[in-house]
């Protein structure tokens, strides 16, 4: 038996009218129906409201299934959703566009514990008179699963200057952990301009 598989796909309108808000939510109802077929589980993880009520902007959806990355590739691409407009009668236009694209998973949090961290006593240069040479009381603490490193020599005392060097590398994980989130949402939102009209590589009829 295949294993299992999981990918996300992002249905997007990009900056198209209306109509292809509605396409969005069209063409993901065909998507969930035609997964069920072929034995894909689809989740939907986030979805963006279009302007007009029960439309969407955009849909980042999870497919899990063995079959679900050929099935996500057939899906990708400039998709059209070919029927007159629902809320203009004398648009002669029929063919809507959507993009969908394949997402790189979100980035997992680090996180930060204090067990991941070496901390080793350590000399260090600049002011501090005798007290300085004579005892190493300044930190070097690393963190072990992202290879930040601090050094702390600001208190006279080893015990305030490791905890001030667990307080900092916090701080680093933490922030790191922020700025990959910010960067895969960023990345995720550019998929809205990628939107090539024409050609598509999918078309679906009502």
Do not use: I
Not at 138 to 167: I, K, M, Y
């Amino acid at each position: 038996m295949s294993a299992s598989a999981t990918v996300r796909l992002l249905l997007s309108a990009g900056r198209g009218p209306q109509e292809c808000a509605w396409a969005v939510t069209r063409l993901r109802h065909r998507l969930e129906r035609d997964a069920a077929r072929s034995g894909v589980a689809v989740r939907r993880v986030e979805e963006v409201p279009g302007p007009v009520r029960g439309t969407h902007r955009s849909v980042l959806l999870q497919l899990d299934g063995p079959d679900a990355p050929r099935f996500a590739r057939s899906w990708s691409g400039t998709l059209c959703w070919q029927a007159p407009s629902p809320y203009r009668p004398g648009v002669g236009r029929k063919n809507w566009y959507v993009v969908a694209e394949l997402q790189e998973p979100d980035p997992q949090p680090t996180g930060f514990r204090p067990d991941d961290v070496d901390a080793v006593p350590c000399r260090t240069g600049g002011p501090g008179g005798q007290h300085r040479d004579k005892a190493s009381t300044a930190v070097r603490a690393t963190h072990r699963p992202t290879g930040a490193v601090v050094v702390v020599d600001t208190e006279r005392r080893l015990s305030d200057n490791h905890r001030r060097a667990l307080e900092l590398l916090r701080q680093q994980v933490e922030q790191g952990d922020v700025d990959a989130e910010r960067a895969a949402e960023t990345a995720r939102w550019r998929t809205h301009d990628r939107l090539v009209r024409g050609n598509p590589t999918r078309t679906e009829r009502p």
